[in-house]
C-alpha cells in the first residue's frame, strides 16, 4: 500500500471513529439530562418520604421478571464519584467491594474474560458458609460513562444465577447537581422461569412470609403501615441493600485504605439497621465477624487488589 492510500485509509478510520465518539457524548449528554430531568420530577419524594434521606424507590413485577430503581441525592461531588468508578482498576474492584458487603455475598474477584473484565462472585446464605457451597455467579462488567458529558454509567449483567434465576442486571447511573452533591439512579432487576417462580413462592409463603418491603400500601397511612410483600418485597430489599452498599463504599473511599473495610462494614450495617423492619438479618457483630472472615479468606487465597483494607477484628 502506497502512502497516499494508507493517509486516506487512516484518515477514514479517524473519521469513523471520531463519529462514533460524538455519537456516545450526544448519547450520554442526552441520558445525563434525562437524569437530570428525573432529579426535577422527583424533587417532592425527595424531600419528603419515609426514608429520612432524600430517596425515592419504586418496583415491578412482570410476568417472570422484577425490577427495583433507587433514585437519591448522595452528599459527594461528581467528580470524586467519577473517579472512583470510572478508573480502569481501581473502578470495577471497587464494584467487588460494594458486592462483598451484601450478606449474601461470600466472594467477589475481578477476572478477565472474552468480553473484557468479569466479576466472579459466590452467591449463597446471609449467615457463615463455606465458599465452596455459594452459587457462582459470573458478571460482565460494562463501562458506559462519558466523563467529559458528566455522566457515569456502569453496567454489570449475568445471565444465570440461583435457583434457575436469569438476566440479572445492576446498573448504577450518576450525574452531578452542585458542587458537593451528586444525583445516583440504582437499577437491579432479574428474570426467572416457572421453577424459579415457585421455588420463590414457597419460601414467600413459609420461611420468607414475615418478609416485607419498602411500598407502603396504606393509603391513607394507618397507624400500623402495610408493606408491599411477595415478590416485589424481594427486590426492594436487595435494591436497598445494594444502594446503601454504594453509599457506605463512596464515604469510605476519603479515608486512607487500611480504614476503608471497616468504615465500609459498620456504615453499612448501621445504614441497614435504620430499616431494620424490612432489612435486618443477623446481628451486628454476627455480620462484622462473617465479612471480616470473607475478607480474610479472599486475601489468603491471593486477592488482595481486589479487596483492601484492615481485616482485624
Given at each position: ?10 484518515s ?8 462514533l ?17 428525573k ?9 419528603n418520604n ?17 425490577r427495583?430503581d433507587i ?34 455475598t ?14 466472579s462472585?459466590?452467591?449463597?446464605r ?16 460494562r463501562?458506559?460513562?462519558?466523563p ?27 450525574v452531578?447537581?452542585?458542587a ?11 428474570g426467572?422461569?416457572f ?20 411500598t ?14 411477595g ?32 468504615r ?7 445504614a ?13 457483630q ?11 479468606r479472599?486475601?489468603?487465597?491471593g ?11
Amino acid at each position: 500500500m502506497n502512502i497516499r492510500v494508507w493517509a486516506r485509509v487512516v484518515s477514514l478510520a479517524a473519521l469513523v471513529l471520531s463519529g462514533l465518539l460524538w455519537g456516545a457524548a450526544v448519547n450520554a449528554a442526552g441520558e445525563a439530562e434525562n437524569l437530570r430531568q428525573k432529579f426535577t420530577a422527583l424533587r417532592p419524594h425527595l424531600e419528603n418520604n419515609q426514608f429520612q434521606r432524600p430517596l425515592y424507590l419504586n418496583s415491578a413485577e412482570l410476568d417472570y421478571s422484577i425490577r427495583g430503581d433507587i433514585y437519591a441525592v448522595v452528599d459527594y461531588p461528581y467528580p470524586d464519584i467519577g473517579r472512583a468508578f470510572n478508573d480502569p482498576d481501581r473502578g470495577p474492584a471497587g464494584l467487588c467491594q460494594i458486592m462483598m458487603l451484601h450478606p449474601n455475598t461470600k466472594y467477589c474477584r475481578v477476572v478477565s474474560g472474552k468480553p473484557g473484565k468479569m466479576l466472579s462472585a459466590r452467591i449463597g446464605r446471609k449467615h457463615e458458609q463455606p465458599v465452596e457451597d455459594a452459587y457462582d455467579m459470573e458478571f460482565s462488567y460494562r463501562n458506559n460513562s462519558v466523563p467529559g458529558a458528566g455522566y457515569t454509567r456502569i453496567e454489570l449483567k449475568a445471565d444465570t444465577g440461583p435457583f434457575s434465576t436469569r438476566d440479572y442486571l445492576i446498573a448504577v447511573s450518576v450525574v452531578g447537581i452542585d458542587a458537593n452533591r451528586s444525583f445516583l439512579h440504582l437499577s437491579y432487576s432479574l428474570g426467572y422461569g416457572f421453577a424459579a417462580r415457585t421455588a420463590m413462592k414457597v419460601y414467600l409463603g413459609t420461611l420468607g412470609r414475615s418478609k416485607v418491603g419498602f411500598t407502603r400500601l396504606d393509603n391513607p397511612p394507618e397507624p400500623e403501615p402495610r408493606y408491599i410483600r411477595g415478590l416485589r418485597g424481594v427486590i426492594e430489599r436487595n435494591t436497598m441493600r445494594y444502594y446503601l452498599a454504594i453509599e457506605a463504599f463512596l464515604n469510605a473511599t476519603y479515608l486512607p485504605a487500611d480504614k476503608q473495610l471497616t468504615r465500609r462494614l459498620t456504615r453499612w450495617y448501621d445504614a441497614t439497621e435504620k430499616y431494620a423492619r424490612q432489612l435486618h438479618e443477623v446481628d451486628r457483630q454476627e455480620y462484622l465477624d462473617m465479612k471480616y472472615d470473607e475478607h480474610r479468606r479472599l486475601q489468603n487465597t491471593g486477592e488482595q487488589a481486589v479487596l483492601q483494607g484492615d481485616v482485624k477484628r
